[in-house]
Nanobody, 115 residues
Framework: QVRLVESGGGLVQAGGSLRLSCRAS????????MAWYRQAPGNQRELVAR???????NYADSVKDRFTISRNNAYTTVWLQMDSLEPEDTAVYYC?????????WGQGTQVTVSS
């Protein structure tokens, strides 16, 4: 059974930082690509950042140079370090992996950035 459990969301002022965590189980984590998506009210879910099994990363243009995705295979955990947060970053953030042809999602964690 694949499970993705997120933590670390909250309320922060503009310019502040938050770190999201996602603990994965039920997959061979070291060969899985992992990603963070977000969805703001009235918007479609969008990709924020992805990290591949070899450590390569890609980011949405809106978060480049502010957010950093990382992983630790021993802990089967992926993190999203978010710095210089802006009110536009307010959304529910979801951890994601595609495993054996299926997409799996965490329960989501709310990030709210006040101006």
């Amino acid at each position: 059974q694949v499970r993705l459990v997120e933590s670390g969301g909250g309320l922060v002022q503009a310019g502040g930082s938050l770190r999201l965590s996602c603990r994965a189980s039920g997959i061979n984590f070291k060969i899985a690509s992992m990603a963070w998506y977000r969805q703001a009210p009235g918007n479609q879910r969008e990709l924020v950042a992805r990290i591949f099994s070899h450590g390569g990363t890609n980011y949405a243009d809106s978060v480049k140079d502010r957010f950093t995705i990382s992983r630790n295979n021993a802990y089967t955990t992926v993190w999203l370090q978010m710095d210089s947060l802006e009110p536009e970053d307010t959304a529910v953030y979801y951890c994601n992996t595609d495993w054996k042809g299926r997409a799996f999602w965490g329960q989501g964690t709310q990030v709210t950035v006040s101006s």
